[in-house]
């Protein structure tokens, strides 16, 4: 098993580009969710979702969108991308709640994106 | 107030010292207390995880949960160097779908 990956590693956009982050899990959980973790600010929630075609916004949503078209994968869209969002995103996954013994969240590499 | 307190260090002990690290947290309905570790360049990982008030031990860490005092905390015992990692506290509410996490505490255990 691969558990959560994440694609690509790195990336340096200009202001105003647009990319999409990919994240795919193989264990079949439920809930799926995009982290940014900055310098100071710890891990803050972009924006989940707790099954196949659902996403819900979390504390930071403004400037992402976010797709869950297929259980396994989670894309996290940045439509016209500012310096701001230079960050480290994480991908997690879960299964969902009250379903496991506890509230585990597997987390994927990271993907490190500058924005110049 | 934030719902998660954690004071980010660095926190930097001699190795073999026993470490404790901690958080305090404002919603009394957080259920499950989870420690997670993050290397550097590394996505977190779960260390330890307790339901509701007490103690738990696996090897070296023990997490300790008081529920009355809204506060927990982790301790590791004969500390390693490749024990240097941040350590993030995170907390949920029984069946909610989010974890709040603690801003992370940076330890460095020096050889």
């Given at each position: 098993?691969?558990?959560?990956?994440?694609?690509?590693?790195?990336?340096?956009?200009?202001?105003?580009?647009?990319?999409?982050?990919?994240?795919?899990?193989?264990?079949?959980?439920e809930y799926m969710y995009w982290y940014r973790q900055d310098p100071g600010m710890g891990l803050r929630l972009i924006h989940y979702s707790v099954?196949?075609?659902?996403?819900?916004?979390?504390?930071?949503?403004?400037?992402?969108?976010?797709?869950?078209?297929?259980?396994?994968?989670?894309?996290?869209?940045?439509?016209?991308?500012?310096?701001?969002?230079?960050?480290?995103?994480?991908?997690?996954?879960?299964?969902?709640?009250?379903?496991?013994?506890?509230?585990?969240?597997?987390?994927?590499?990271?993907?490190?994106?500058?924005?110049? | 107030?934030?719902?998660?307190?954690?004071?980010?260090?660095?926190?930097?002990?001699?190795?073999?010292?026993?470490?404790?690290?901690?958080?305090?947290?404002?919603?009394?309905?957080?259920?499950?207390?989870?420690?997670?570790?993050?290397?550097?360049?590394?996505?977190?990982?779960?260390?330890?995880?307790?339901?509701?008030?007490?103690?738990?031990?696996?090897?070296?860490?023990?997490?300790?949960?008081?529920?009355?005092?809204?506060?927990?905390?982790?301790?590791?015992?004969?500390?390693?160097?490749?024990?240097?990692?941040?350590?993030?506290?995170?907390?949920?509410?029984?069946r909610d779908d989010k974890i709040i996490f603690g801003k992370g505490t940076r330890l460095h255990i020096l050889p």
């Amino acid at each position: 098993n691969a558990g959560v990956t994440q694609t690509p590693k790195f990336r340096v956009l200009k202001t105003g580009q647009s990319m999409t982050l990919l994240c795919a899990q193989d264990m079949n959980h439920e809930y799926m969710y995009w982290y940014r973790q900055d310098p100071g600010m710890g891990l803050r929630l972009i924006h989940y979702s707790v099954g196949e075609g659902t996403t819900a916004k979390g504390e930071v949503p403004d400037g992402y969108n976010v797709s869950r078209l297929k259980k396994q994968n989670f894309l996290l869209g940045l439509e016209s991308a500012a310096p701001s969002q230079t960050s480290v995103y994480f991908c997690a996954s879960r299964s969902a709640a009250g379903t496991s013994t506890n509230n585990e969240q597997f987390f994927g590499p990271g993907t490190r994106l500058t924005v110049l | 107030q934030k719902e998660v307190e954690q004071d980010p260090g660095p926190l930097s002990v001699p190795e073999g010292a026993i470490v404790s690290l901690n958080c305090t947290y404002s919603n009394s309905a957080f259920q499950y207390f989870m420690w997670y570790r993050q290397y550097s360049r590394k996505g977190p990982e779960l260390l330890m995880y307790t339901y509701s008030s007490g103690n738990k031990e696996d090897g070296r860490f023990t997490a300790q949960v008081d529920k009355s005092s809204k506060y927990i905390s982790l301790f590791i015992r004969d500390s390693q160097p490749s024990d240097s990692a941040t350590y993030l506290c995170a907390m949920s509410e029984w069946r909610d779908d989010k974890i709040i996490f603690g801003k992370g505490t940076r330890l460095h255990i020096l050889p």
